[in-house]
């Protein structure tokens, strides 16, 4: 095997198990990942990181907390900074919520519809990328199915040659 050969060998491996850590490690410590698919928090977190957010209750969450929620009227899941906690008498907590790039607030104010929100406690960068890609179903076939043909290949060519003509040996016991 060559020295490219051996290091590819260390090294695939050794990605894979470091992004198996980083996107599957925090779920032990019950927190959520997120990836980021806008530039709305370029500075803190840009495009393409995945977040990863620590179920937090709601009346602890504060001015300053960047929170991953679904905002009124959306489908999509945002991850902004909190930037006003609404208190009103009478009323349930709400937020106003403002991405760190954008130049004004969000147009809504909401409150939450579930007792936690995830509030971001780390992130990586560029990871989310990959994630994104593996949610392509031909990527994902592709980084599966190519291992798996390679190693079928490679088992094959290792019975071939185990059966080539000169290495069969036949005993004759009387």
């Known amino acids: 095997m060559t020295l490219a050969g051996r290091i590819a060998g260390v090294l695939v491996p050794?990605?894979?198990l470091a992004l198996?850590?980083?996107?599957?490690?925090?779920a032990l410590f019950g927190m959520e990942?997120?990836?980021?698919?806008?530039?709305?928090?370029?500075?803190?977190?840009d495009r393409g990181s995945v977040v990863f957010g620590d179920p937090t209750p709601r009346d602890q969450l504060r001015a300053g907390d960047v929170?991953?929620?679904?905002?009124?009227?959306?489908?999509?899941?945002?991850?902004?900074r909190i930037t006003e906690v609404v208190r009103t008498p009478g009323a349930p907590l709400a937020f106003?919520?403002?991405?760190?790039?954008?130049?004004?607030?969000?147009?809504?104010?909401?409150?939450?519809?579930?007792a936690e929100l995830p509030r971001v406690v780390g992130s990586v960068p560029h990871v989310g990328y990959v994630v994104a890609a593996l949610d392509v179903r031909w990527v994902r076939t592709l980084v599966i199915g190519l291992p798996a043909a390679l190693l079928a290949l490679a088992l094959i060519a290792g019975l071939w040659r185990d059966s080539s003509p000169g290495r069969i040996r036949f005993e004759v016991t009387a």
């Open 20 to 26: 198996a850590v980083v996107l599957l490690g925090p």
């Open 67 to 80: 929170v991953t929620f679904q905002p009124p009227g959306h489908t999509e899941l945002v991850t902004h």
């Open 96 to 114: 106003r919520t403002k991405g760190d790039a954008n130049d004004v607030a969000d147009p809504w104010t909401f409150t939450p519809t579930t």
């Open 33 to 45: 990942r997120y990836v980021l698919t806008s530039g709305s928090m370029t500075g803190s977190y």
């Open 14 to 16: 050794l990605t894979a």
